[in-house]
C-alpha cells in the first residue's frame, strides 16, 4: 500500500503563528492533504499550539480538504492530558505523540521510570479510543553499554499502549539505520517523519562524529546548540536514501503516513514546502 504524504506543521511555524487559518490555506494550495500539528506550548494551550479553538478549525480542516492525523504535545505532562485530549477528541484527531525528551546519560532509573510515565499516557489516550506515540531525536541513540536508550524504551513500554513515530533524519543523525529499526519495530510504526541532510552541510552526518560527545548528558541546551540550521535542506534534495526509508515503510501493517518535515529553512516557509512537495513526487510508493 502506497504511504500518504502529509506535512508536519513545525515546517511552517513562523508563518502560523501570525496567521493560522492563512497558513493552512496554503498548505492546502500546495498539495498536502494530511497534516501533523505540533504544540509547543501544552501548558498554556491544549490544542494544536497557536491558540484556535477545536470546532472553529475543524470546520477550516473540513472546508480546506484537511485532515489531522497526529499532534506532537510538549511538554508531556499527566496534569495536563484531560485538556489535551478533550481539545483533540472535539477536533476529530486520533493520535497524540511525545515530540522531545531528554534522558540522562547514564541513568537506567530515569529511562525506566519515564517509559512508566508512557504507558500511563498510552492508558489515558487508549481510555478515550486514541493512541500516543513517541516521536525520537538523536539522544535516544546514545549507548548505555551495549544498549540503545531507544531500545531500552520499546523493552520497556507496552506495544499496546505506546507506539512509534520514527523520524529517519534523527535516527540516521544518531549514527543508525533507520531501515533496520523499521523492521525492528514493524508494527509499532504509526507514523513516519522524513527530513532531509543537504549535500554541502559542512558538518558529519552523525551527530556522534565530532559534534556531540556520545557519552555525555545531552539536555536541552546541548540540543539547541548543536542544531545547525544548515543541517536540513528541502526534502527530497538531499542526500539521505528516502526511497530506502519508502520500500522498507510500506511493509509495516500499521503505517499509513509519511509526513514531511523541515526544522530550518532559507527559503519562506510556504516556498519551503511547495519545494519538498514537488521534490517528492519522484519517489514510489507515495501518494497524497
Same mark, same amino acid.
Given at each position: 500500500?502506497?504511504?500518504?504524504?502529509?506535512?508536519?506543521?513545525?515546517?511552517?511555524?513562523?508563518?502560523?503563528?501570525?496567521?493560522?487559518? +492563512?497558513?493552512?490555506?496554503?498548505?492546502?494550495?500546495?498539495?498536502?492533504?494530511?497534516?501533523?500539528?505540533?504544540?509547543?506550548?501544552?501548558?498554556?494551550? $491544549?490544542?494544536?499550539?497557536?491558540?484556535?479553538?477545536?470546532? @472553529?478549525?475543524?470546520?477550516?480542516? &473540513?472546508?480546506?480538504?484537511?485532515? *489531522?492525523?497526529?499532534?506532537?504535545?510538549? $511538554?508531556?505532562?499527566?496534569?495536563?492530558?484531560?485538556?489535551?485530549?478533550?481539545?483533540?477528541?472535539?477536533?476529530?484527531?486520533?493520535?497524540? /505523540?511525545?515530540?522531545?525528551?531528554?534522558?540522562?546519560?547514564?541513568?537506567?532509573?530515569? *529511562?525506566?521510570?519515564?517509559?512508566?510515565?508512557?504507558?500511563?499516557?498510552?492508558?489515558?489516550? @487508549?481510555?478515550?479510543? =486514541?493512541?500516543? %506515540?513517541?516521536?525520537?531525536? %538523536?539522544?535516544? !541513540?546514545?549507548? !548505555?553499554? #551495549?544498549?540503545?536508550?531507544? #531500545?531500552? *524504551?520499546?523493552?520497556?513500554?507496552?506495544?499496546?499502549?505506546?507506539?512509534?513515530?520514527?523520524?529517519? %533524519?534523527?535516527?540516521?543523525?544518531?549514527?543508525?539505520?533507520?531501515?533496520? !529499526?523499521?523492521?525492528?519495530?514493524?508494527?509499532?510504526?504509526?507514523?513516519?517523519?522524513?527530513?532531509?541532510?543537504?549535500?554541502?552541510?559542512?558538518?558529519?552526518?552523525?551527530?556522534?562524529?565530532?559534534?556531540?560527545? $556520545?557519552?555525555?548528558?545531552? #539536555? +536541552?541546551?546541548?540540543?539547541?546548540?548543536?542544531?545547525?540550521? #544548515?543541517?536540513?535542506?528541502?526534502?527530497?534534495? /538531499?542526500?539521505?536514501?528516502? @526511497? &530506502?526509508?519508502?520500500?522498507?515503510?510500506?511493509?509495516?501493517?500499521?503505517?499509513? %503516513?509519511?509526513?514531511?518535515?523541515?526544522?530550518?529553512?532559507?527559503?519562506?516557509? *510556504?516556498?519551503?514546502?511547495?519545494?519538498? =512537495?514537488?521534490?517528492?513526487?519522484?519517489?514510489?510508493?507515495?501518494?497524497?
Amino acid at each position: 500500500m502506497a504511504l500518504k504524504i502529509g506535512i508536519q506543521l513545525y515546517s511552517v511555524k513562523n508563518a502560523i503563528a501570525k496567521q493560522p487559518y +492563512e497558513v493552512l490555506r496554503q498548505v492546502a494550495e500546495a498539495g498536502y492533504r494530511y497534516i501533523e500539528a505540533a504544540n509547543h506550548n501544552a501548558e498554556h494551550d $491544549p490544542g494544536v499550539g497557536f491558540g484556535v479553538p477545536a470546532r @472553529q478549525l475543524q470546520r477550516s480542516l &473540513d472546508e480546506l480538504g484537511l485532515q *489531522i492525523v497526529g499532534c506532537h504535545v510538549n $511538554p508531556l505532562q499527566e496534569e495536563l492530558l484531560q485538556d489535551v485530549l478533550d481539545y483533540h477528541a472535539e477536533l476529530g484527531s486520533t493520535q497524540i /505523540g511525545c515530540d522531545i525528551e531528554f534522558f540522562p546519560y547514564g541513568d537506567l532509573d530515569y *529511562i525506566k521510570r519515564r517509559c512508566e510515565v508512557f504507558n500511563r499516557i498510552g492508558e489515558l489516550c @487508549q481510555e478515550r479510543g =486514541m493512541r500516543f %506515540y513517541y516521536h525520537n531525536h %538523536y539522544q535516544e !541513540f546514545q549507548r !548505555f553499554g #551495549d544498549r540503545l536508550v531507544y #531500545d531500552l *524504551i520499546m523493552e520497556n513500554t507496552d506495544p499496546g499502549l505506546v507506539y512509534a513515530e520514527m523520524d529517519t %533524519y534523527w535516527i540516521a543523525r544518531g549514527g543508525q539505520d533507520p531501515v533496520s !529499526f523499521m523492521r525492528k519495530y514493524n508494527d509499532r510504526l504509526i507514523l513516519l517523519h522524513q527530513k532531509d541532510f543537504p549535500r554541502d552541510a559542512g558538518e558529519p552526518l552523525c551527530m556522534y562524529q565530532g559534534l556531540v560527545d $556520545p557519552d555525555r548528558g545531552i #539536555d +536541552e541546551k546541548v540540543f539547541m546548540d548543536t542544531k545547525n540550521p #544548515d543541517s536540513f535542506t528541502e526534502i527530497g534534495t /538531499g542526500v539521505l536514501p528516502i @526511497q &530506502d526509508y519508502i520500500s522498507a515503510a510500506r511493509s509495516c501493517p500499521n503505517l499509513d %503516513y509519511i509526513i514531511l518535515e523541515q526544522d530550518a529553512t532559507k527559503l519562506d516557509e *510556504i516556498e519551503s514546502i511547495k519545494v519538498s =512537495m514537488k521534490a517528492f513526487q519522484k519517489f514510489k510508493g507515495v501518494e497524497l
